[in-house]
Nanobody
Framework: QVQLAESGGGLVQAGGSLRLSCAASGDTFSSYAMGWFRQAPGKERELTAGITWSGGNTYYADSAKGRFTISRDNAKNTVYLQMNSLKPEDTAVYYC????????????????WGQGTQVTVSS
C-alpha cells in the first residue's frame, strides 16, 4: 500500500506558475500509475493529468493541455505537476492519486489518495 503526500500549493496571481509535488512511500513507486485530480468548490473531483508507471505515456484534461505538465522521478518516488499560465478557474484542491498498474490507461481506477493541497489563483 502506498502513502501519498502533496506539497507546493499556494496563492498565485493569474498568469503565474506553481509546481506541485507528491511524495510516495510504503511501496514500490514504479509499480504505480499516478494522477493529479482537482476539486473546485461545489464541483466534482476531476482528473487533470495522469502518467504511466514509466512516464512513457501521459494524459491531460482539455483544461490542462498546453499549460500543465505531469512528470515523475521514480528514483525520488515523486510525481510533479508543473502548472503555468494559471487562471482563476484553476483554483481548487489538488489531489495526488495512485493505482497499481503497468497499463497505458491512466484516466480512472485510482485506489490511493493524498490529503490534497490548495491552489488559489487570484485575478
Amino acid at each position: 500500500q502506498v502513502q501519498l503526500a502533496e506539497s507546493g500549493g499556494g496563492l498565485v496571481q493569474a498568469g503565474g506558475s506553481l509546481r506541485l509535488s507528491c511524495a510516495a512511500s510504503g511501496d514500490t513507486f514504479s509499480s504505480y500509475a499516478m494522477g493529479w485530480f482537482r476539486q473546485a468548490p461545489g464541483k466534482e473531483r476531476e482528473l487533470t493529468a495522469g502518467i504511466t508507471w514509466s512516464g512513457g505515456n501521459t494524459y491531460y484534461a482539455d483544461s490542462a493541455k498546453g499549460r500543465f505538465t505531469i512528470s515523475r522521478d521514480n528514483a525520488k518516488n515523486t510525481v510533479y505537476l508543473q502548472m503555468n499560465s494559471l487562471k482563476p478557474e484553476d483554483t481548487a484542491v489538488y489531489y495526488c492519486a495512485a493505482k497499481r498498474s503497468k497499463s497505458w490507461y491512466v484516466v480512472s481506477g485510482y485506489d490511493y489518495w493524498g490529503q490534497g493541497t490548495q491552489v488559489t489563483v487570484s485575478s
